[in-house]
């Protein structure tokens, strides 16, 4: 007998859903998945090694479940590269920022309670909150993309959600959020019930404004979500993290798995630390690329959304998905978020970026063919 998903007896409300997910693709350039396009450098490769052959022998034994030294480890690049103390109190690690966002909802969502985003915005949010039984509200935002905060502080007083997310710089658009904004919101959540404020902050690295992680003292209800996938090129780590005040990283661990950051992967991250001069060397790379295609697209035509993040959105398109096919047709893939108008390109490499430009300029000679 062949049955599908809503045949089987899952939650109402995750039915008629579709997972999280990105075309994967066989094509010469991949600009879909905001990766960061160079390899880790043999040096930290090496290192890595080392240090997982030394967490190999003790595998018989469980890793620390606590992450002390990953924590300390983390508490100190941020301080370095925030301009604000963290201590490793403040800090917490999982398996990538979703699970970090996971746990978060766990605790501080569920069932009878929600949260509220502002649309578009990074989809794992909604998914995440739906998965675990958390009611999800999707918030407003203006035509250029950024946070309308009245209207947003309208909506917050209106549903009194348990979680608040503020992504910055927000994915798919890679508008960043001001410091003043932030602040409006959390006020507001504050106002309307005590709610917890999630500011994801997966692509800071690559903004051109400073990181809000300052905005955390004094604030107990305000959460730093981080991730080592991008900036760090470790997408395939797993290793996300989080800054906030100490209750938060104490609460979060009465929902937690019991060793759920493996002896590798801390073993793993930490090497990646060691190499943190080198790994935002490539950020900076990524930076000028990323600048270099948002001047080239507004030259060629195209509407550009202000990017703070290793992305840009740009169209405007009758149909994006025509368009996503065209550059496709080019063996370059891109992303169609669903954004009406809109595609998304992960800055890549100085050679890659080429091949994007040349698949766009040939679709905007098309367009007035």
């Known amino acids: 007998m062949s049955i599908g998903i809503d045949d089987l007896p899952i939650r109402d409300e995750l039915r008629g859903k579709s997972p999280y997910g990105a075309p994967q693709l066989d094509v010469p350039v991949q600009l879909n998945t905001n990766e960061n396009p160079y390899e880790l450098p043999a040096e930290l490769v090496a290192r890595i090694a080392e240090r997982v052959a030394d967490a190999a022998r003790t595998l018989n034994r469980y890793p620390d479940r606590d992450a002390v030294e990953l924590r300390t480890e983390l508490a100190a690049y941020l301080t370095r590269t925030a301009g604000h103390p963290v201590a490793r109190e403040n800090v917490w690690a999982a398996n990538g920022s979703n699970e970090v966002i996971q746990q978060l909802l ?6 009878g309670r929600t949260a509220i985003g502002f649309e578009p915005s990074y989809s794992m949010h909604a998914l995440i909150s739906r998965g675990t039984g958390t009611g999800w509200i999707s918030g407003p935002r203006r035509a250029d993309f950024t946070i309308d905060v ?6 917050i007083a209106e549903h009194a959600p348990d979680v608040v997310f503020i992504t910055s710089p927000n994915n798919p658009t890679g508008t960043a959020v001001d410091a003043e904004t932030v602040l409006a919101l959390y006020e507001a959540a504050q106002a309307a019930k005590p709610s917890l404020v999630i500011v994801d902050e997966a692509y800071v690295e690559f903004s051109h404004r400073d990181s809000l992680l300052p905005l955390i003292e004094g604030r107990p209800h305000m959460v730093i979500s981080r991730t080592m996938s991008k900036a760090f090129g ?9 800054a ?9 661990q009465l929902v937690r798995l019991p060793y759920h950051l493996s002896a590798v992967t801390q073993a793993t ?3 990646a630390l060691e190499h943190t001069d080198t790994l935002l060397g490539y950020v900076e790379q990524l930076k000028a690329e990323r600048d270099r295609l948002v001047t080239e697209l507004r030259a060629l035509g195209y509407e550009v959304t202000e990017s703070d993040a290793n992305f840009i959105q740009f169209g405007k398109f009758e149909d994006s998905h025509t368009a996503w096919q065209k550059i496709l047709d080019h063996g370059v893939l891109v992303r169609d978020n669903g954004v009406p108008g809109r595609l998304r390109v992960t800055a890549g490499t100085p050679a890659e970026n080429d091949a994007f430009l040349e698949a766009v300029r040939a679709l905007k000679k098309e367009q007035h063919a």
């Open 244 to 252: 906030a005040h100490p209750a938060v990283v104490d609460a979060v």
């Open 106 to 111: 766990q605790t501080f969502g569920g069932p």
């Open 150 to 155: 009245e209207a947003a502080e309208r909506a």
């Open 234 to 242: 470790a997408a395939g780590l797993r290793l996300g993290y989080l």
């Open 269 to 271: 991250a930490l090497a």
